[in-house]
Each structure stands twice: as structure tokens, then as C-alpha cells.
């Protein structure tokens, strides 16, 4: 059970690239979630999906983009990379069918914008 | 709006001692509370988790929480640290998933090092 995969896993862009970063579940939860975390702070929600074809923003959604297609896969997407948005970058699932259920989290994409 | 305020940046502990970490937050109705850790290069793995019953909440690898409401507090302990749990630890809080989607608000950490 691979639970959370997020790919890549490093990444160093020049401004203005675009790119997506992946992120797959494998544990049919309907639940999904971007966050990113920069030096000293918490973890901001950038976007969530409470399933296939819904998505909405979350407290830091400006400069990215999200799909929500299938179950399994929530893409985030960069169009115009600039420096702010140098940060590791979290996605996490979690199964609101079953009650008191937590987020389970991949192991981030460490992203530079240079 | 929620809010978590995790006081200490950086705490030192020496190994074989016991641990307290803070957090406050902040709530209108009856929060949803996690902890949270995180290892170098590594995603969040989830401690403990409370959200109603027993205000002593057990979780992984030793560690317990105590919801205390009229302090607005949920404290982290261990009564004897391992090197091992050198790591960041984050609270973080959310509404209860009974009403629907549960959006989690984060303090923003607290590094533990642990020294022998």
C-alpha cells in the first residue's frame, strides 16, 4: 500500500517556467489536499477537492491551479513560476466516509524557483 | 477563524527526559486536534489525534495529549525521550469531519533536539 506518492520529489525552476506537481492516492479517499511550507512556518492549504470534478481554494490559492479528474490523482499546477513560490510542497488524503479519519501526507516536493 | 499557537521555536531536551510541548488554539465550536510529526525530508506522519471523550488522548511511539478546554490547550508529552524523536512537531486544528469537510489550520512548529 503505497498511500500518498508525490512526484518529483525535487525540482528547480527559473521564473516564469511552468510545471505540475503529482500527486496519486491509492486508498480510494475521496478527501485531497495541497498545502506548502515554508522556513519557520506552518503548513497553508492551496487548494482541496472533496472529490472527482469539485475543487475550491483554500487560504493561499493565488498563482496556482488544481484538477480533480479521478479519485486517485490531484495535479498542482504552476503557469508562471516566480520566487514566492520557492517552498516544499504537501499533498494529503483522507477518507470522509469513515468518521475521525486523519490526513495522510506524501513526503513533499522540495521546489525552487530561481 | 482557527488558529494555533505553538510558543516554543526550538526546544532541547536531553535523552532519557521527559517532554512537554505546547499549543494553544483558537475555536468557536469543539475542535478537532492533531499532532503532527515530521523527520527530515519526510511528509507529516499523524501522533495523536482528539476529538471528543477521554481528555488524555494516547498515540504512537509514547507520546499522549491532554485537551484541556478551559486553557485552550493541547499539550504534547513524553515521559522519556529517545534520540529517534528528534524531529519537528506541529498541532494543528480543525473542525469536526462530522460536519463535513475538515480544513486544518497548523502552528507553525516546534523543533525538538534531543542531546545525549
Known amino acids: 500500500n503505497a498511500g500518498v506518492t508525490q512526484t518529483p520529489k525535487f525540482r528547480i525552476l527559473k521564473i516564469g517556467q511552468s510545471m505540475t506537481l503529482q500527486c496519486t492516492q491509492d486508498?480510494?479517499?475521496?478527501?485531497m489536499y495541497w498545502y506548502r511550507q515554508d522556513p519557520g512556518m506552518g503548513l497553508k492549504l492551496i487548494y482541496y477537492?472533496?472529490?472527482?470534478?469539485?475543487?475550491d481554494k483554500g487560504e493561499v490559492p493565488n498563482g496556482y491551479n488544481v484538477s480533480r479528474s479521478t479519485t486517485e490523482d490531484f495535479p498542482l499546477r504552476l503557469e508562471l513560476a516566480a520566487p514566492s513560490q520557492t517552498s516544499v510542497y504537501f499533498c494529503?488524503?483522507?477518507?470522509?466516509?469513515?468518521?475521525?479519519?486523519?490526513?495522510?501526507f506524501g513526503d513533499g516536493t522540495r521546489l525552487s524557483i530561481l | 477563524a482557527q488558529s494555533v499557537t505553538q510558543p516554543d521555536i526550538h526546544i532541547t531536551v536531553s535523552e532519557g527526559a521527559s517532554l512537554e510541548l505546547r499549543c494553544n488554539y483558537s475555536?468557536?465550536?469543539?475542535?478537532?486536534l492533531f499532532w503532527y510529526v515530521q523527520s527530515p525530508g519526510q511528509g507529516l506522519q499523524l501522533l495523536l489525534k482528539?476529538?471528543?471523550?477521554?481528555?488524555l488522548v494516547q498515540g504512537i511511539k509514547g507520546f499522549e495529549a491532554e485537551f484541556k478546554r478551559s486553557q485552550s490547550s493541547f499539550n504534547l508529552r513524553k515521559p522519556s525521550v529517545h534520540w529517534s524523536d528528534a524531529a519537528e512537531y506541529f498541532c494543528?486544528?480543525?473542525?469536526?469531519?462530522?460536519?463535513?469537510?475538515?480544513?486544518?489550520?497548523f502552528g507553525t512548529g516546534t523543533r525538538l533536539t534531543i542531546i545525549p
Open positions: 494529503a488524503s483522507r477518507d470522509q466516509g469513515v468518521s475521525n479519519q486523519p490526513q495522510h
Open positions: 486508498m480510494n479517499h475521496n478527501y
Open positions: 477537492s472533496v472529490g472527482a470534478g469539485i475543487t
Open positions: 475555536y468557536g465550536a469543539t475542535p478537532y
Open positions: 482528539y476529538f471528543s471523550g477521554d481528555t
Open positions: 494543528a486544528v480543525g473542525a469536526s469531519p462530522n460536519f463535513g469537510n475538515e480544513k486544518l489550520t
